[in-house]
């Protein structure tokens, strides 16, 4: 798959297109998605998911908006579907003023887009002035998809931002269709968790995530191997209080791993206690002793999807 960020050049191949911000590719994008491919084959068309960044609400409506997964997540998981183009549009308020010609224009001539596939909804332009009508009149062939429904209630990244503020991940990953994991760049950390008989490995998620500060039981996956861990998500108030999140990793059965990739996927399963402040280290020790022991005693179901490793 080729990631095509920031300032776009023109594409010479036809695409077929669906455009949306796709954060968590949860099972209502993996529908429109699965048509997009299915319906790109017939037609002998490339595959190109078109997002943006920074999420339109943060430009229009100035709203501090998390993210479900980051933006190597979201790579991982449309490459291994099979994806041709992931299309990052760099989301300013000079785009946001697009007219929905000028939109339209900028999807033919620019992104060579031939085939849209999107959910019944969409709509695009300056205002959001423009629809599925609209651009039926253009001659664009596209195909509208129904919005998937779980528990008859409809699929939406809003409902699954909620949950990760509440930590309910497990919930989370019934809605995804998959485990909730983030794939995060490897990064040194000061060695503290070796000196209290407590080794970490320090992910960063490079992104504002939703998910809920605390301690989860969980798996890293490293070389295609599971191993089931304790993971702290948060700024670490007790030792360090840190300015932006990390995700602290400290494997609860025997490994071997010689080296660590750049990258390592970290998925969360079990939500346990919020992060605190204790008033000592030994306070802290004493709880994370207590932590690693309920987490080795939890089984979980399955093994994480393809997908995402």
């Known amino acids: 798959m080729k990631t095509v960020l920031g300032n776009i050049e023109s594409i010479d191949e036809p695409l077929a297109c669906s455009i949306g911000n796709f954060d968590g590719i949860h ?4 529908k429109v998605l699965k048509i997009l491919k299915s319906e790109a084959e017939k037609r002998g068309l490339k595959t190109a998911v078109i997002t943006f960044y920074p999420h339109p609400r943060k430009v229009l409506k100035r709203e501090n908006l998390c993210r479900i997964i980051n933006l190597k997540t979201k790579e991982d998981i449309l490459k291994n579907l099979g994806i041709d183009y992931l299309i ?61 429904k779980l528990d008859g209630e409809k699929i939406s990244s809003s409902q699954i931002r909620k949950l990760l503020k509440e930590g309910k991940v497990e919930e989370v990953s019934k809605i995804l269709g998959r485990p909730y994991c983030i794939k995060g760049k490897t990064v040194k950390g000061k060695g503290l968790g070796r000196q209290i008989g407590f080794p970490t490995i320090n992910v960063d998620p490079q992104e504002e995530l939703c998910l809920r500060f605390g301690v989860y039981a969980g798996r890293i996956i490293i070389d295609g191997r599971q191993y089931k861990a304790a993971i702290n998500f948060g700024k670490k108030p007790t030792v360090e209080n840190l300015k932006r999140p990390i995700i602290e990793v400290h494997i609860v059965e025997p ?23 204790f008033n000592s280290l030994e306070e802290l020790i004493f709880q994370i002793k207590k932590d690693v022991e309920l987490i080795k005693r939890i089984e979980f179901g399955g093994k994480v999807d393809e997908q995402i490793t």
């Open 88 to 148: 990052v549009i760099d989301f300013s308020p000079e785009f946001a003023s697009k007219t929905k010609d000028e939109f339209i224009e900028f999807l033919k001539e620019k992104l060579n887009c031939r085939l849209l596939v999107v959910g019944e909804d969409w709509r695009f332009g300056k205002n959001r002035e423009g629809d599925i009508q609209y651009l039926r009149k253009t001659g664009i062939n596209v195909i509208p998809v129904e919005k998937e």
């Open 27 to 30: 099972t209502g994008h993996l």
């Open 255 to 277: 490994f071997s791993i010689k080296k660590l990739p750049e990258y390592i996927t970290v998925c969360f399963d079990r939500f346990i206690r919020d992060e605190k402040k």
